[in-house]
């Protein structure tokens, strides 16, 4: 089974649609849009800007539920989580969210136990014994803040935890890559998991972050889909992947304020993000 999301119902932006856009312009994109790889190097080239439709996030594809199940699957197969941890949520519309359950191996859910709650955490007609997940306090801080935001992933990466807990943080800008599609990734305090704590710790920085680090727990994406915010997740995984073999080398220089600010640019002209 392919891990891409079924993309029917997602506009393709290709290459004609930016050469189509005069040079040093901006293209308005949907949300929910794929871009090509081409028609993003043609927009480099051109000096155009991609920007975000800033419409209504809520993501009301018949196959939201599936995409959800899907993302879990994938979270177990690359050994993001374990038993009950993690979750995944999708913003329905102004006021409602659909979540992954408490206490169910998302590795193994079926579409009919998530379970839609209001913008307090409320479920509303729930699966019988099922309950949302216990992490939903922080997945409505990051809506209530970030509205174009419409899906929150949050996992125990292995790697990523492991180095919060020695100290290393991966904010220090070692791949151009990471640069551009995450931009920085902070690490916050430590905060008792399912707690509100954590809203408290993620409050200062999920405004202009797209990944964070949980220290001691795990980290959190958003995106504009589950599988958008999946592959965020694996993109921080694999930068701690990075981190670790460079401090097992013991060497290693991270880029220059100078090439890092560039990068940062790009990622605002590529419409990834704020170029924070």
Request: glycine share 8%; charged share 20%.
């Amino acid at each position: 089974m392919s891990p891409h999301p079924p993309t029917a119902s997602r506009r393709l932006v290709a290459e004609t649609d930016v050469r189509a856009t005069p040079r040093g312009g901006r293209l308005d994109i949907p949300q929910d849009a794929l871009v090509t790889p081409l028609a993003r190097q043609v927009a480099l080239e051109r000096n155009i800007t991609l920007r975000e439709r800033r419409t209504a996030p809520a993501l009301q594809r018949t196959d939201i539920r599936g995409e959800i199940v899907r993302v879990g699957q994938l979270m177990h197969q690359k050994g993001f989580i374990v038993a009950s941890d993690g979750n995944i949520s999708v913003r329905l519309g102004a006021d409602r969210v659909l979540a992954t359950p408490s206490g169910r191996h998302k590795g193994f859910l079926r579409p009919d136990e998530l379970i839609t709650t209001d913008m307090d955490g409320r479920p509303i007609n729930p699966p019988p014994g099922l309950e949302p997940t216990s992490e939903m306090p922080m997945h409505l801080e990051i809506y209530r803040q970030r509205p174009q935001v419409a899906a929150v992933v949050h996992a125990h990466l292995p790697l990523a935890v492991a180095l919060s807990i020695a100290g290393i943080r991966l904010d220090e800008p070692f791949l151009p890559e990471a640069v551009i599609t995450l931009g920085p990734i902070p690490t916050t305090e430590y905060a008792i998991p399912s707690s509100l704590e954590n809203v408290t710790a993620i409050r200062d920085l999920i405004g202009q972050h797209d990944a964070i680090v949980l220290r001691r727990h795990g980290a959190i994406t958003v995106g504009s889909d589950p599988f958008d915010a999946y592959m965020r997740m694996e993109a921080v995984e694999h930068k701690a992947h990075i981190v670790l073999l460079l401090r097992l080398l013991g060497q290693g220089e991270p880029l220059s304020s100078g090439q890092v600010a560039s990068l940062l640019e790009l990622r605002r002209r590529l419409g990834l993000g704020p170029a924070t």
